[in-house]
């Protein structure tokens, strides 16, 4: 027997007006605009475009403010609004190397060509609840301190400058004219390769690879890792148009890299040397792109020959849990209903518990 | 057709050059620096669309570890399109974000940067500041960037010969 339930329509309308009107809050507050999201809840936003897989600062803020300030529901907003977007193609691969730096640290090198520029970062802070920034009458204007010089215009990467011995693995661009894996158009398929687990771990959920991270370091999946170099800036998108056939630079993107160093001892096909994991994504947000580096290079346990243990190393295993669209989902979906799954499984334990108490009665005879 | 931009620096035209370099001014500009450059135009030409301004995305691809083998990092909103002005010249709109407006002004910019009447006078007016003020933004971030980099000195511990 099918039975249709209706009647939940209007309830559902007048849950949408409820939500409308908890989302304003307290009337007599004045209402956020997008353009305080975007210039002061930028790492928000950031988080918002990289997990959503979207570079568009204004449509993250407008998720952010739909969303009430939960990011995990901003970044399923955007990802869907994507798909609504026709696709011209794909960039040229961006050039770091070219980055116009607003910060870059290395934890490997001390002294290193460019210099260590600590730039807008929260790690030297005291992370002392900031008063001032509750008063009411505001900051004001708060000015940075100007240098007289800019920093130079193109810092090399650590990792290719500091290799004269080759006692860290190169990068080379292999490749160049095949394809290139896109979990945007194709499903992930096993054994992922690096291009497929990169682009899954860059829109992976923050939390999640953040933990994973953390427990190779704490022994599950030992790394060593040493944080060659972090860097944050704009970098150019060059893209050739159909029309064209040549580059143009489209616009430009703030990205942050993170460039892990990790000792490896060596295997029958490598001599012992450091071995790299690599992090990238839109805006800033180092904890992420370190997490994401300390996971590709656990990921990275089949190519170099080392036995695969842990949660960090298993491919299936992070790289189909990491999507917090996919996994929001699939733990939210339980609050549809169930009803008639629910009747069924009560009938069997009703039978189940029959048959149990005969059973009981029978061997107490 | 996608041979790397290095790879085609070596035998570009100037004119492509030429090009590439406005189109890159025009596309990084705000949209409210077009407006007032527009503005400005004594005569506002007519045009008809070749492709009416259209929002999409471009696939963003980024190297492993910077100088690696490609792989996609995440998309990002653009505006396109293409017009054609009375005297033939086309001009061709490709922009970051979703302004339908920056991405018009940009390809009747860059149709009219292509009528060798008038490039020259264009290059000083609009070009040439619009360039300016984005170096100017970026160096003025950079010099900011630049006052908190470490500088290291060694404390001497002890007494050497």
């Known amino acids: 027997m099918y039975v249709a339930v209706k009647g939940g329509e209007q309830a559902i309308l007048n849950s949408h007006k409820l939500v409308a009107e908890e989302r304003r809050g307290d009337a007599a507050v004045p209402e956020l605009t997008l353009n305080q999201i975007k210039e002061q809840m930028q790492l928000a936003v950031d988080r918002v475009m990289t997990e959503g897989s979207l570079y568009d600062r204004d449509l993250a803020a407008l998720a952010i403010k739909q969303a009430q300030g939960d990011l995990v529901e901003a970044i399923f907003l955007l990802r869907a609004y994507r798909t609504t977007l026709t696709r011209f193609g794909e960039t040229q691969p961006i050039d770091t190397a070219q980055m116009a730096v607003r910060r870059r640290v290395s934890a490997a090198y001390k002294d290193l060509p460019g210099g260590q520029i600590l730039g807008p970062s929260y790690d030297y802070t005291h992370r002392l609840l900031d008063f001032a920034l509750a008063a009411e009458e505001g900051v004001g204007e708060p000015e940075a301190a100007v240098a007289d010089e800019a920093v130079d215009d193109s810092i090399p990467r650590v990792t290719d400058i500091l290799n004269h011995e080759g006692l860290i693995e190169e990068e080379l661009a292999f490749g160049d004219d095949g394809p290139v894996a896109d979990l945007t158009r194709e499903p992930m398929a096993f054994p992922a390769e690096r291009d497929m687990r990169l682009q899954n771990l860059a829109r992976g959920d923050e939390g999640f690879l953040l933990a994973l991270g953390y427990s190779t370091q704490r022994g599950f999946g030992r790394n060593h890792p040493f944080a060659g170099e972090i860097r944050l800036g704009e970098v150019a998108v060059e893209f050739v148009p159909e029309e064209l056939g040549f580059p143009i630079e489209i616009g430009e993107v703030t990205v942050t890299e993170c460039q892990m160093i990790n000792q490896f001892a060596g295997s029958a096909e490598r001599p012992p040397q450091f071995t790299r994991g690599y992090g990238l994504a839109f805006g800033h947000c180092e904890r992420k792109t370190m997490a994401m580096a300390l996971v590709d290079r656990a990921l990275r346990a089949r190519e170099l020959d080392e036995s695969i243990e842990y949660p960090a190393q298993d491919e299936e295993f992070v790289l189909y849990h990491s999507d917090n669209v996919e996994a929001s989902g699939f733990v939210q979906h339980l609050k549809l209903p169930h009803y008639v799954d629910f009747q069924s499984e009560l009938q069997l334990i009703r039978s189940l518990r029959r048959r149990h108490d005969e059973d009981h009665r029978e061997a107490a005879e | ?161």
């Open chain 2, 1 to 161: 057709m996608e041979a790397p931009a290095s790879e085609e620096a070596g035998k570009m035209d100037p004119a492509q050059a030429a090009r590439q370099r406005w189109m890159s001014v025009l596309a990084k500009a705000q949209l409210s620096e077009l407006e007032s450059a527009w503005k400005e135009m004594p005569q506002k030409p007519d045009f008809d669309w070749l492709r009416a301004p259209e929002t999409g995305m471009v696939m963003l691809r980024a190297r492993t570890g910077g100088t690696g083998s490609q792989f996609n990092i995440g998309q990002m909103t653009v505006t396109r399109c293409a017009l054609r002005l009375a005297n033939g010249s086309a001009g061709l709109g490709y922009v970051q974000g979703r302004s339908k407006r920056h991405a018009e002004l940009a390809a009747l910019f860059d149709a009219l940067l292509q009528d060798g009447t008038q490039a020259a006078d264009l290059e000083v007016k609009v070009i040439t500041p619009l360039q300016a003020q984005q170096i100017s933004r970026r160096k003025e971030a950079s010099k900011k960037a630049n006052s908190t980099k470490v500088n290291f000195f060694t404390l001497v511990r002890g007494e050497n010969d």
